[in-house]
Nanobody
């Protein structure tokens, strides 16, 4: 599976962005998908995950109520809708694919290249 993330950019605090991650291959619907982020000088951390069917999802406490992960298997795409953005959300955001429904980065086999999100105060 090859993943291509897009949709990042510069936004003011309180604003919104929607990230997209397009996947190649016909097996996209068999993978759990996740979003992770890495801020400058910090480790990459989990943001959200969605099951292969899209019926189940969970979000890190830091983004719960503000971010929503979803997927469209017909389009081989997973999304991350980000609302009420804060400066501390500034990071490179990565999408990833796993044969599990997991929040652990070690469970993910395929990674996109990342897209930069910058939130100004």
């Amino acid at each position: 599976v090859q993943l291509q993330a897009s949709g990042g950019g510069l936004v003011q605090a309180g604003g919104s962005l929607r990230l997209s991650c397009a996947a190649s291959g016909r097996t996209f619907s068999s993978y759990g998908m996740g979003w992770f982020r890495q801020a400058p000088g910090k480790e990459r951390v989990y943001v959200a995950a969605v099951s292969w069917s899209g019926d189940h999802s969970y979000h890190a406490d830091s983004v719960k109520g503000r971010f929503t992960i979803s997927r469209d298997n017909a389009k081989n795409t997973v999304y991350l809708q980000m609302n009420s953005l804060k400066p501390e959300d500034t990071a490179v955001y990565y999408c990833a694919a796993s044969q599990k429904f997991s929040s652990w980065s070690d469970d993910y086999d395929f990674w996109g290249q990342g897209t930069q999100v910058t939130v100004s105060s």
